[in-house]
């Protein structure tokens, strides 16, 4: 039971640990470099809050698997351009309809969700429009091969294929669960029924957002860095308590 | 005057010489404009054919801002704060300073202004700009005390400004209207935040000290100007809004009594006159407090005869002032030897704030006190014939005595400059004219609020006071010779100048002041703990103290996990 | 107004100003980056600031015009694509950045090659315009997770432009790393919430968000990122007391900076925070009410009141009016507190007309310190006499920043006590009404220097009267005549304040 319980939940505590122990350091060290560690520290715990979340039981990376092709259709993932119409049939055809040219094009999505830079993504995207028209729905791309439990939905009208969006397989939102916390890997282990033929994929879209801010966390951690070097130049320390000292000093000169 | 000119308000014509003098670099052009302004705001006052204008509305906001109402309770302050507008730029002709000029100019505009606002709104932003530009005059006399005064009077009468504000405000939510009317303390929150906002301007006991703060550190020109306008106004809003409050009669009667005391014992004579004043601002208070139509139009007649007399010895002693250099009666005597015009002005200023008979002041305060005794107040009348007595002792016989008799100070300055004694004579001329037995006051009863037929000259006025006045001399002359008299050598004790340095203490003068007189170590005890309070706020505020020095960012982290704890706590308790 | 500004820009600019706004500016950062030469940087900054100040207008006037409308980048649709969403809550930020923004980029060459190395100046303009870009970006999208990206854009351009004030005083340095702390706790605070609600919804588009939510009702997942979010925004905009930052990295950053962050930088994540509170969380949250009453309104009025308190006890007089800046953000929280349309408007307001008058303080202390090395309260002695037309923009903006009535800052604090009244809350007006008398205070110190103290004498000579060159005199009497032109004809400021709470309650924008 116990053991069952936190193995659950063994993720999130984990954050937990890793945030407390990030902020402890900030709090209490003088040293300036060393603060930037436990910033980072922090920063790693909430990637990791991430990537729990867009975790699914039994799921792989979203890497389109090589066999993709030999279960549905003909058309195999190297194929990336022109897919026409020549999916074949299979259980999921009506979702390869809405789906049509997605499998190659499937990052296009994940890229402009992250949104680095948006004249990037625009052209991304502006590409796929070529291919695709106007209404592409991005959900297609992950849909078909993690045989995703709403496929009716997906069919009857295209509005729930956007809502579905891009975390369709693991569809949260229907559940409310009180507690999301293990929300999304129980509930995805036991709605997702995995089909011999279909893989289940990881949501995508998490790992993509924590792409960018490890970028984002990169960056400044960098600055930090650069602004430390700077400091001890001028001050000659990087110890938090002399520097404010050496200030008061300059301001007692001052005022 | 054409009717067109009818409906734009003389406060106009002042505040834009106000701007103009703040432009122009030419002292003469800024002379000519401080003459010109009020002569010009003179004009456009006797334009209208008929009282009862409503003029000069506009719209702004969705709120209408009604700026001329020319009625018969604002005609009298009205023409005489233009009178004491053109007395100030008399007076200050010889001075050359930019920032007072000007300051003056928009002071007596913006009191102007407020009172012929016809709305809350438009006195609260007249209220506000006297606050203003009359600070300037404070700090324009350059000494580290009148900058604290300054800051400290700044900061109350923005008070006043922010109470009146409120009050309009709920008046506005709970009536719709922001006509400014009778008001009356009955309508609850609103009456009593525009009660106290208008008392802190009137100074009512406890809310004065900005009052002796204030006026002794203004400049020689400064001190004439605001005595004029801020308190006049407060008490023109109090008879529009409060007439009749009985607990107005109370505030007053103590109005008048207190200052006497604080006003026997100082040495400053300027700070004499800031005491004066406050007890005079006393019969005012009460008389429309009492509120019938003999009291307002007592209360009118005295401020209008009271801002000429008032100014009258502030221009004296500002004489005195810019002439000898300081105005501390242990320090002058004798003057009336090189300064004789300035001698008989002041004499005619003092014998007419103690209300003699064929002055000024007399024929003014006898209607107060008839009010107050035909309406029963027994005890208030009382407390106010004390008063009468009191001026007299401190206004009418200690200012002239110690600074141009008394002991000769071997000081022998030389006379006043020739505009100040301009403006000391006419204002002189005017303090005989108004009482004037023969046309004279009955001029002055026919531009108050109501038309009464008073006659202040029966025989039992006449007699009563000059018993009053008699009784009182002999008391000053009893108590100078057999040395009770508290002579100009306790001074050194009551020279209070260090306490005015220090942050915040406006509040608590009048305690330290009361305190300090207990003796030596009083005194001291009050300044070591000024001193300890001042350390400990240097400590929490100063840059590099607790609150404000550039803690390490590790410690203000946990500030935001505290907060984050707080928000969480409040998400979690609601849901 | 509207129909004249459309009808002036071409079809292009019609369609794609929204996503021209944030695009142009980057690459021009990028541009600016690699250029050799400091003015020609400058020359891309300001063609580009005048570009984007077109571009807001134009969104401004279709807004006005025809109500709230999105861009889909790349024809995405919402919610899978990211959406910029443009309606009247945010377009008056952007067209207050992009105003601000080109103004300031006027003032720069006098004020940058002053303060900064020439071998910086074309990186200094870079990180100019990237700031720029993130800040409109945080105010133009509509996708949470796209507003934490552009919030760390402009805040680690921040860092760097705060950092660059350390030719002048070496504490800019260490202000800018306590500022890179606080500022990243903030955003990574954020960026959890945004993970709770999404691990709730599934979603990030900030109108599904609101959507599902809704829909789905309270739950733990969303309590929690609620107060994630709060936080985190709340550090950057310098809710006190996680103000700490803010008065240092004012005071140190290089003149322009400082300027264009105090009318800028706080007010984006004021907006943010406004739209997050108001949009993306329902207001039938139960939580919702409590913090507006419990916790953003109290530490509004104890912000306005605290650090005026302290802004009087400065002495360096841009540490000065930064305290004085928390406790305007006081009042704009107090507004959002209040929770009414009224307040909500009242706070936005207060919003625009303090990005007036801090602007013109910022820039005239700026004129100051250019020509005489201002940087205490005490150097801003004689001011009136030597350089008059700067000294008067500052009483400008003194006067506003008091509230004197006819100046923009009364009508913000008048619209802010009508909210107060209206929801017959007394104490928020005794605050209010405290924090104004507390601002005399510290106002009046440095009025008092400039006008009534004798300017300092130099070599025995008085010091000559100098006029700031007209590069700075221009968009600083721009700044301080419209505290004044605010003051009694407030229709721009009222029309976008009230926009920004017709965004949130509906009606009329």
């Given at each position: 039971m116990i053991v069952e319980f936190i193995a659950e939940r063994f993720n999130y505590a984990v954050v937990i640990v890793l945030m407390m122990t990030g902020l402890y350091v900030l709090f209490s060290t003088a040293n300036l470099v060393k603060k930037l560690v436990g910033l980072t520290v922090f920063q790693t715990s909430v990637f990791l809050l991430y990537i729990s979340i867009g975790k699914v039981a039994g799921g792989q990376p979203p890497i389109l698997e090589p066999h993709y092709g030999d279960g549905h259709a003909e058309a195999g993932y190297e194929e990336t351009v022109d897919h026409g119409g020549d999916h074949g049939g299979g259980q999921t055809g009506t979702v390869e309809d809405a789906a049509e040219d997605q499998p190659a094009d499937g990052h296009a999505p994940m890229e402009s969700e992250s949104e680095a830079d948006p004249v990037q993504s625009a052209e991304a995207a502006a590409e796929s429009v070529e291919t695709a028209g106007p209404q592409a729905d991005p959900a297609a791309g992950a849909a078909p091969q993690t045989d995703d439990p709403a496929p009716t939905a997906l069919e009857a009208d295209s509005a729930a294929e956007l809502e579905a969006g891009i975390a369709g397989d693991a569809d949260v939102p229907q559940l409310s669960d009180p507690?999301?916390?293990?929300a999304a890997e129980d509930i995805a282990g036991e709605i997702?029924?995995?089909?011999?033929?279909a893989v289940v994929y990881s949501n995508p879209l998490p790992h993509v957002l924590i792409l960018t801010a490890i970028v984002v966390g990169v960056a400044t951690l960098s600055v930090g860095l650069a602004l430390v070097v700077r400091i001890r130049e001028v001050y000659g320390t990087i110890e938090d308590d002399a520097i404010s000292r050496a200030d008061y000093e300059t301001m007692a000169g001052t005022s | 005057m054409p009717e067109i000119f009818a409906h734009i308000s003389p406060a106009w014509a002042l505040m834009l010489s106000g701007l103009l003098c703040m432009l122009s670099p030419s002292h003469h052009v800024r002379k000519a404009l401080m003459i010109a302004a009020p002569v010009v705001a003179f004009l456009l006052f006797v334009a209208p054919s008929t009282l009862g204008v409503s003029g000069g509305t506009f719209e702004m906001m969705g709120i209408e801002f009604s700026t001329y109402r020319l009625d018969r309770l604002s005609y009298p302050f009205g023409l005489i704060f233009i009178i004491a507008a053109f007395l100030n730029g008399i007076y200050a002709l010889h001075e050359r300073n930019r920032l007072t000029d000007s300051a003056a100019q928009f002071y007596a505009g913006s009191a102007l202004g407020a009172v012929f606002a016809g709305d809350m709104l438009t006195l609260f932003v007249f209220w506000e700009i006297t606050a203003i530009s009359s600070v300037f005059l404070i700090w324009a006399n350059g000494t580290s005390a009148s900058i604290a005064a300054g800051m400290r009077y700044l900061a109350i009468h923005v008070l006043s400004g922010v109470l009146l504000m409120a009050g309009a405000l709920v008046l506005w939510g709970d009536t719709g209207s922001l006509a400014f009317n009778n008001i009356g303390l009955d309508v609850g929150l609103a009456g009593w935040l525009i009660f106290i906002g208008i008392g802190i301007k009137a100074a009512f006991p406890f809310l004065h000290n900005w009052l002796q703060d204030s006026y002794p550190n203004a400049t020689v020109t400064g001190a004439v100007v605001l005595s004029a306008f801020t308190t006049k106004m407060a008490i023109y809003a109090l008879a529009r809004g409060?007439?009749?409050?009985?607990i107005l009669v109370w505030i007053g009667a103590i109005m008048t009594v207190f200052p006497v005391f604080f006003a026997v014992v100082e040495n400053d004579l300027r700070k004499v006159l800031a005491y004066s004043l406050n007890n005079q601002l006393g019969f005012m208070v009460c008389a429309v407090g009492v509120g019938t139509a003999l009291a307002i139009n007592g209360a009118a007649a005295h401020a209008f005869a009271h801002i000429i007399y008032k100014a009258l010895l502030f221009m004296g002693m500002g004489a005195v002032l810019h002439r000898a250099g300081t105005v501390k009666a242990s320090e002058l005597g004798g003057l009336f030897r090189s300064m004789p015009y300035t001698t008989v002005f002041t004499i005619i200023g003092a014998l007419s704030i103690s209300a003699f008979p064929f002055l000024s002041g007399f024929v003014a305060k006898a209607m107060t006190m008839s009010a107050t005794a035909q309406e029963g107040y027994i005890i208030p009348w009382l407390m106010l014939l004390f008063a009468s007595a009191g001026v007299l002792e401190h206004s009418g016989i200690k200012i002239p005595y110690f600074a141009f008799?008394?002991?000769?100070?071997?000081r022998r300055p030389a006379e006043a400059p020739f505009n100040m004694l301009v403006a000391m004579g006419i204002a002189s001329a005017l303090c005989i004219f108004l009482a004037w037995p023969f046309g004279g006051y009955q001029w002055l009863y026919s531009i108050l609020p109501n038309d009464l037929g008073y006659n202040p000259y029966t025989a039992d006025h006449v007699l009563t006071q000059y018993q009053l006045l008699i009784a009182a001399t002999a008391a000053f002359v009893i108590l100078r010779m057999s040395g009770l008299y508290p002579s100009e050598r306790r001074g050194t004790i009551l020279d209070f100048d260090w306490i005015y340095r220090k942050f915040g203490y406006g509040v608590v003068r009048w305690l330290t002041a009361m305190l300090g007189r207990l003796g030596g170590h009083a005194e001291h005890g009050m300044e070591a703990r000024s001193r300890l309070w001042n350390k400990r706020m240097q400590a929490v505020f100063h840059p590099a103290g607790a609150l404000s020095r550039a803690v390490p960012s590790g410690s203000l982290a946990i500030w935001t996990t505290v907060l984050l704890a707080v928000a969480l706590i409040i998400a979690y308790r609601a849901g | 107004m509207n129909e004249f500004i459309l009808s002036l820009a071409p079809g292009w600019a019609l369609t794609h100003a929204s996503v021209l706004l944030v695009a142009l500016p980057l690459i021009a950062g990028a541009i600016a980056a690699a250029l050799p030469w400091g003015r020609a940087a400058w020359g891309v900054v300001v063609a580009v600031m005048a570009a984007s100040l077109f571009f807001s207008a134009i969104l401004t006037a279709q807004v006005l015009t025809g109500g709230a409308f999105s861009y889909t980048l790349g024809g995405w649709a919402p919610p899978v694509g990211i959406e910029y969403r443009i309606d009247g809550l945010n377009v008056g930020m952007l067209l207050l950045v992009s105003a601000i923004g080109f103004l300031v980029s006027l003032y720069a060459p006098e004020a940058v090659e002053d303060e900064i190395d020439k071998g910086k100046h074309p990186l200094f303009y870079a990180a100019f315009l990237i700031c720029f870009a993130g800040l409109l970006g945080v105010a133009i999208t509509g996708d949470a997770f796209n507003l934490f990206v552009f919030l760390e854009i402009s805040s680690i351009s921040t860092y760097a432009l705060v950092a660059m004030g350390a030719g002048r005083d070496r504490r800019a340095l260490t202000a800018a790393y306590n500022y890179l702390i606080l500022g990243t706790i903030g955003a990574t605070f954020f960026v959890i919430g945004v993970g709770f609600l999404y691990m709730a919804t599934g979603t990030l588009n900030l109108v599904d968000l609101a959507a599902r939510m809704a829909e789905l009702g309270d739950n733990r997942a969303i309590q929690v990122g609620f107060a994630f979010i709060v936080i985190g925004l709340g550090l950057k905009l310098a809710m006190y007391p996680l103000h700490v930052w803010l008065p240092n990295a004012y005071a140190f950053a290089p003149t322009m900076v400082t300027a264009f962050l105090a009318a800028t930088a706080t007010k984006v994540a004021f907006y943010a925070l406004a739209r997050f509170l108001f949009?993306?969380?329902?207001?039938?949250?139960?939580?919702e009410e409590l913090a507006l009453v419990w916790l953003i309104a109290p530490l509004g009025a104890v912000g306005m009141i605290a650090a005026s308190i302290q802004a009087i006890f400065q002495t360096d007089v841009r540490r000065l009016l930064a305290y004085s800046s928390v406790a305007q953000v006081g009042y704009m929280l107090l507004g959002l507190g209040i929770g009414t349309a009224a307040g909500v408007s009242a706070g936005f307001l207060h919003l625009f007309n303090h990005a007036a008058m801090k602007g013109a303080l910022f820039l005239a202390l700026g004129a100051a310190s250019v020509c005489y090395g201002v940087t205490q309260v005490k150097d801003l002695r004689g001011l009136g006499r030597t350089m008059p037309w700067t000294a008067a923009a500052i009483a400008i903006g003194c006067a506003s920043l008091m509230g004197v009535p006819g100046t923009a800052g009364f009508v913000s604090k008048w619209a802010l006590f009508n909210a107060a009244l209206d929801n017959g809350w007394y104490w928020a007006i005794a605050a209010i009404a405290a924090a104004s008398i507390l601002a005399f205070f510290y106002v009046g110190r440095m009025i008092q220097m400039i006008y009534l103290q004798p300017a300092p004498e130099r070599g025995g000579e008085p010091a000559p009267a100098l006029r700031a060159p007209w590069l700075v005199m221009i968009p600083m009497w721009i700044l301080a005549a419209a505290n004044i032109v605010f003051g009694w004809y407030a229709d721009l400021p009222v029309t976008l304040a009230n926009a920004a709470s017709a965004a949130i309650w509906g009606g009329a924008p």
């Open positions: 507690e999301p916390d293990a997702l029924p995995v089909e011999d033929e | 409060f007439a009749g409050e009985e008799f008394s002991h000769d100070s071997k | 949009i993306v969380f329902d207001q039938g949250f139960a939580f």
